[in-house]
């Protein structure tokens, strides 16, 4: 399948006469609400299709799917959540950022929901416990937020004398003071003073590196969250632009041109997902299922946006990447 015909697939509306037609002959419908757009979803989403196959179900064939995209627009989430529910789907799909999963679980306590989160899923509140959820959520969570200190330490080790670094956090997403506690703590651990800067629209983010530059830090750390990883072409260019060392949490950030990455492969997270909405469509019931934990981490140095930086990325560093971009 064509990249342009697999965004149309996602895109939303050209699904519903098929979710439809899908319901009238007994397939199971399952519904998506994702804060971000399809376009910057697609290699996540193949992730999740394909754990869905492993549990025997193929889109089309003995599922369908009713996909809703926010396109950053968090306002929309809500209204999106509430047309799912009327279309009487089997399974609701959220990811992105918290505010998709509080908006599905907003507007439902009776359909099952599996969430995608970088956040800790119970100080978060989406369920009661990692193994015994409870209600009718469950899904897998990157623990990216828990990962935010490690991402200090490697920017330590390639820039020893740092003592000022910034974070870019989307003060959209309800699980930015999360954000904030892990990175203060780590920060004091570290000796490191930390900067926030607000980056919730593409203007934002533009105003965050000017404000990060006013404030003399030496590197940006990109806090873990679905609208400024599909912002990552603008930050990546912006770091570049500006002789920013940045590090993110995903590898697709890595690859747009950031210095590195560090944290779990989201494709296998996704792929996991997949899996448990397979399992709900089977009849697992989502209060059964434990929240799924990450496997698989990754360390991605881009060594051709260091030598561009003027840096030396330490070759012990270099020796413990998971991959290095030439």
């Not at 999740?48 to 025997?56: I, N, Q």
């Not at 989430?77 to 089997?90: Q, S, Y």
């Not at 990450?294 to 990325?313: M, W």
Request: net charge neutral; no cysteine; proline share 5%.
């Amino acid at each position: 399948m064509r990249r342009r015909d697999f965004i149309t697939l996602l895109g939303g509306a050209p699904a519903w006469p098929l979710a439809a037609r899908a319901q009238q002959a007994g397939m199971p419908v399952v519904g998506t609400l994702f804060s971000v757009a399809a376009s910057d979803w697609i290699d996540r989403m193949a992730g999740f299709h394909r754990g869905l196959g492993e549990a025997g179900f193929v889109e089309g064939r003995s599922v369908a799917f009713d996909y809703r995209w926010a396109e950053g627009r968090s306002d929309r989430l809500p209204a999106m959540a509430a047309d799912l529910i009327g279309r009487k789907v089997a399974v609701i799909v959220a990811a992105g950022s918290g505010a998709a999963v509080q908006a599905a679980m907003a507007a439902t306590r009776t359909i099952p929901i599996v969430f995608m989160t970088g956040s800790d899923p119970v100080a978060a509140g989406y369920v009661a416990a990692l193994n015994r959820p409870g209600g009718n959520v469950t899904g897998v969570t990157f623990l990216s937020v828990e990962l935010e200190p490690k991402q200090l330490e490697l920017l330590r080790e390639v820039i020893p004398a740092a003592t000022k670094i910034a974070v870019l956090v989307n003060p959209n997403n309800p699980t930015a003071s999360q954000i904030d506690i892990q990175g203060a703590q780590a920060a004091r651990r570290l000796g490191l003073e930390i900067v926030a800067v607000n980056g919730g629209t593409e203007n934002d983010i533009e105003w965050a590196f000017a404000t990060a530059l006013q404030q003399r830090v030496a590197a940006l750390q990109v806090a873990a969250d679905g609208y400024l990883t599909s912002r990552r072409e603008q930050i990546a260019a912006l770091a570049l632009r500006h002789r920013l060392p940045t590090i993110a949490a995903t590898r697709e950030v890595a690859a747009a041109g950031i210095l590195m990455s560090y944290g779990t492969s989201v494709l296998d997270s996704y792929r996991q997902a997949g899996v448990y909405v397979g399992r709900i469509l089977k009849g697992d019931k989502p209060a059964d299922l434990p929240v799924m934990l990450p496997t698989k981490f990754e360390l991605v140095i881009n060594l051709k946006t260091a030598r561009a930086l003027g840096l030396e990325v330490p070759p012990t560093l270099l020796a413990r990447a998971d991959e290095v971009i030439e």
